[in-house]
């Protein structure tokens, strides 16, 4: 993840179609609900779990995954990350960020069965999941973009949520345009195209919610 300084080029000023209300409406169950006006795709798609019960899918996680705690490096300084975190996937998938690179555990049935869904969901492959565990609203990410150069160029990311519902903000990298949503248990969340390139996105503190909630981002690390 990369914490940004500066300004970048987005082609936010040329004319975007905008569907109408109705069709937005009608798609909506079949194509999910689109959150960002230009600039990129950001589909929310409210429940992609079927008859599972997201609450044991969360119990199996919480007990199985190895979190663990990252020191991460930004501006130069060391911090603790307000958050625990896992990383799985293909051998080699290896990630970079904030001067940390996490190496994956292996595929595990219940991880790949949620990659299946996410997959059939967002019409893409992945290769890996960056697994994040918010132990209460203290927990948080800040704004940041997924961006780095082993996720390619327009990279396509889908993330699952489960546990509390929490507040996911986009904000225009250029107009500071900022977008709100809620992130209830069993959603998903696919970014493609612009969408880091032209938006950073953060998962805000919020002191009142006191149950955990892990969130799983799917990635395709390029080799
Ligand atoms: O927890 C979330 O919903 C977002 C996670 C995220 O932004 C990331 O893993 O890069």
Redesign the pocket.
Known sequence: ?TMYLCMVQCPHLVNTPHIGEELAMSLFAVNGHELLPTDGSAKLYEWVLGDTDPSVVMQELLDSVPWASQTITMFGKQYEEPRRTAWFGDEGASYTYSGITMTPHPWTPLLQSLRDVCEQNSGSAFNSV?L?L?RDGNDK?GW?A?DEPELGTEPVIA?L?LGAT?K?RFRHRVTKEVVECE?PTGSLVVMSGLSQKCWV?E?PRQKRVSTPRI?L?FRKIQS
């Open positions: 993840m960056l994040n918010y990410m940041h997924d993330s949520s929490r996911f992130l996105h998962v969130n981002t």
